[in-house]
Structures are given as C-alpha cells and as structure tokens.
C-alpha cells in the first residue's frame, strides 16, 4: 500500500538554527515527490515538485532533495515567517496525491 | 482574480441544509480536485475532474455531490451532513493528471451542526 510518513511532526528551532524536515515514503512507481507549505486557515501553497532520485531544488532557505526511499527539506538560517506546516504529498501510478500528515515548524525569535 | 479561488471561505449548516461549495480556477488548467482536510488527518482526496469528465470517486459518501460543468468551474453539493463532516474542504488544479503539481485554493471552512 502507497504511504507517506513525515518526521518529526512537530519542530521548534530559534531564528537562524538551521534543520531538516523528513519525509518517507513508499510507493510503487513515483510520479513525483511534492512539498507544500500551510499556514493556518489557508490552503497548501505550493513549494517544489521532484521527479528522480538524486534531484535537487532551491527556493530561499528552503532545499528540497530526493533519495529512492525519502525527500529532506533542509531549512538554512531560519526565520519567524517560516513557521508553518509543511505537507509532503507522492503520485505514484494514478490520479491521487497521497499527503503525510505534516510538520508543524515554529522558529522562535 | 488569480490562481484557485473558493466560496464561501467559512460555512455554518444544520445538518438538514442543502448547500453548495464553489470552486473556480484561472490557471488555464484541464484537472481538478476536492479534498478533505480534518485535524490531525493527511489531506483526503474526494474527487477528481479531468476534461471534466469524474476519474476518481475516493469512496466518498453520496451526501457529497460533485459538479464539473467545465475546465474552471468545480462544485461540491452538500446535504444531509454529519457533524463528522466537519473540516477545511480545499479545491485544487492542475495542467493535468500525470504527476504534475497541484495548486490549492484557500479552502471553505464548514461547520455541521
């Protein structure tokens, strides 16, 4: 069966202490790997879409990397307005995006 | 108007109301998506609109029916819910359906009473 298992699942780190967000999954024939981050109240603002192992992509303090069994969003020097859930959601071999249930970031000042 | 855009953004119903969710997209996009959100729980796939033709009925029970009329336009039909109905209900795009990103509206806060 398709799953996705997201660690830790909650997260607390002073401004500009930089970490790691987990994400495992397994399924059968992935489409693409998709992080998303949500504020609360708000719907999933999309981040980065990875598509094979080995791949990398950057957006500001944000890094997202992809292994055959896991993704890292790797957050460098992080700040207050950062604090948010982050979802990782798979496509394996139909329509369904199949979400873990997230990490809850809180950077403190 | 921009990107995925919901209506109402909160919604308060008795659980013997008929109500209607809106959904409309102005990404130029051929799929789209209604989702459940509860606490605590990984978003849900509902249903799932390509070429408004339904693909994906997630087991969904028949109180939620879904309208596609066309490309832009998603609707989930509400009646006879259950206070356990209760959640964030977000609508999303897409180019299409082969792994291509998602992008999500604000969602509709209801609340089954």
């Known amino acids: 069966e398709d799953q996705v298992t997201q660690s830790p699942e909650a997260l607390r780190l002073q401004e500009g202490e930089s970490s790691s967000l987990n994400c495992s999954y397994t399924?059968?024939?992935?489409?693409?790997l998709f992080w998303y981050r949500q504020d609360p109240g708000k719907g999933p603002e999309f981040l980065f879409t990875?598509?094979?192992a080995g791949e990398e992509k950057e957006k500001e303090r944000l890094k997202a990397t992809l292994t055959k069994k896991e993704s890292f969003l790797h957050i460098t020097a992080p700040k207050p307005e950062d604090s948010a859930t982050y979802l990782c959601?798979?496509?394996?071999?139909?329509?369904?995006?199949?979400f873990g249930t997230g990490t809850r970031l809180q950077v403190f000042p | 108007e921009t990107g995925v855009t919901q209506t109402p953004r909160h919604l308060v119903m008795g659980m013997t109301n008929k109500k209607s969710l809106k959904c409309e997209q102005h990404?130029?996009?051929?799929?789209m998506y209604w989702y459940k959100q509860s606490a605590k729980k990984p978003l849900e796939l509902m249903f799932v609109?390509?070429?408004?033709?339904?693909?994906e009925n997630n087991s969904v029970p028949s109180r939620f029916s879904p309208e596609c009329p066309n490309s832009s336009h998603l609707f989930l039909h509400l009646h006879t819910l259950q206070p356990e109905d209760s959640a964030l209900y977000l609508c999303?795009?897409?180019?299409?359906?082969?792994?291509?990103?998602?992008?999500f509206g604000p969602g509709t806060r209801l609340l089954v009473l």
């Open positions: 399924v059968s024939g992935l489409r693409g």
């Open positions: 999303a795009s897409s180019p299409g359906t082969g792994g291509e990103t998602q992008y």
């Open positions: 990404l130029g996009h051929n799929a």
């Open positions: 609109y390509n070429f408004k033709e339904q693909t």
């Open positions: 959601a798979v496509q394996a071999g139909t329509d369904k995006l199949i």
């Open positions: 990875l598509y094979s």
